[in-house]
Each structure stands twice: as structure tokens, then as C-alpha cells.
């Protein structure tokens, strides 16, 4: 697959306040400490998707998918946001930036981060298993069996499990729709429909992916390619939209 060099790339249309949409994915907070899905180390290599990650799962066994949960919960309250989150945020200072994220973590809010769109929901909150409106912050990282929202039903993660709706599509479709520039860091792009939204940019919008291997998808030749970790890729990044 072809792509275009930074130093190529046609960025002549982007300027200050310029509207910027990053979708990242679990390879932005690697470097923090928190692991990835797929590959090598990735976490489902070593849990069962349909064990811990669908709604069927729930009704099975919620005291195993409570456990998962509160195990990624801890190692995301432990973890501190990375270069990658930092430079993202200073970019919130010269442009427009809508973060869509795939992460359930919240390493964008704490780099400070001012407009992030979770599209697989947020760890760090529970939500009722009756009315997906009703949604609490957890406090400490534990979500227990008998932890009941106000309708007296059992609280659950706040995740968009494999199976599920994921109810924030539509708005992201709208931002996605919006870009002046589009960042895509970390994902390996094979979970839909968060994958799909890269088609949703004007074929005239330049695209830039950061990620240490090339994600597989069909891009158009225009694309960037940078083929480094997130921290690296940023410090790149900010470095060239800083000279915009
Ligand atoms: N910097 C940037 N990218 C990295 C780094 C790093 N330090 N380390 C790994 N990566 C890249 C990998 O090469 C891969 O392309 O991050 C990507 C991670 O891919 P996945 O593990 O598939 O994560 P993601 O794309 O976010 O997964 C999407 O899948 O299981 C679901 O709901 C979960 O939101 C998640 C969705």
C-alpha cells in the first residue's frame, strides 16, 4: 500500500481553529502502561471475548465479567496519561480537536482533554442494567454484585459490549463529517463499526495515521503514514501543526 510522506502531505487547507478529529484506540495509552486487544500481548489472548465481553457473558456468569472489569478498572486508575494524551490536549489550544476514542479509559480527560466522544463507553463508570440512561461514577474501582441503581436493578460496567448498539455511532458520523484533518492513532481498525468511520472523512481531507504497524485497511495513496508508537508520532505531529 502506497502512502504519502508528512513532508508531502497537502496541508494547506489547515490553519488555526482549523477542526481536527482524532479517532484513537488502545495503542494511544499502550505506552501508559495499559494493554492492547489484539497481538501478541493483547488482552484477548488471554480472556475469552464471549466470556467477559457481551451481554451474554452477563447473564451467565456476572460475577467473572464484574471481576474483568475491576481488574481493567485498577490498572486504568494506576496508569498516568502519556506524552501521547499530552500533546493532544496542548493541540486543543490552537485548533479545534474532537477526540473520538474506542477507549474506555480516561487517559485523554486527565491529559486534558476538552471534547472527547467515548464510543465504547467508560470504565470508570457504571451503568443501570435496566435503563442505559442511568449512569453513576464509580467510586475506587470496584463494581460489586449487589451494587444496584435507583431503580433497584444491578449496576454494570459501562462498556458497549460486542453485540451491543454502540448509541454515541451517529454522533461520531457527525464530527467525523466535520474534519479538517483527520488523526487516526492506535487502533488496529478491525472493530466495527468504529473502523468504518474513516470512510466517513471527504476524500479531500488528509489523514493521518500514527500507529508502529500499518493497520489493514484500503486507504487512499493521499493518506500518511507514520509508522511509529503514539508518543513518538505525536511529538512529531504537534511539532508539524505547530509550524501550521
Ligand atoms: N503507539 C501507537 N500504536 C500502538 C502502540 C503504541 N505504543 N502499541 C500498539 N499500537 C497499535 C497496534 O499496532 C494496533 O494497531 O495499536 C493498535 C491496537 O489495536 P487493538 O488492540 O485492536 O485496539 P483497538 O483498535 O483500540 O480495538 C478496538 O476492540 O476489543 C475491542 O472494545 C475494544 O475498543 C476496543 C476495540
Redesign the pocket.
Known sequence: MKFTSLDALDLGGISSKSRITVL?????S??SGI?????AK???ENHA?EDV?TPQAWVKNPELVLRFYNERRAQVINARPNL?HKLLAQLDNDYDVQII????DDLHERAGSHNILH??GEIVKARSSVNENLIYPISGSVLNLGDKCAHGAQLRPH??W?GEMVPEFEKAIALTHQSDLLLI???????YP??SLVKEVGLEIPVII????M?RLNSWTHWCFIP??????MEILSAKLMRQ
Do not use: M, Y
Not at 101 to 104: A, F
Not at 228 to 233: I, L, S, W
Open positions: 484513537t484506540g488502545a495503542g494511544i499502550q505506552e494493554a492492547t486487544f489484539r497481538g493483547g488482552l484477548w471475548i465481553a501521547a476514542t474506542q477507549n474506555v464510543l465504547h462498556i458497549v460486542f492513532i492506535g487502533t488496529s481498525l478491525q472493530v468504529a473502523a500514527v500507529d508502529p504497524e493497520p511509529k508508537k503514539a508518543t513518538e508520532g
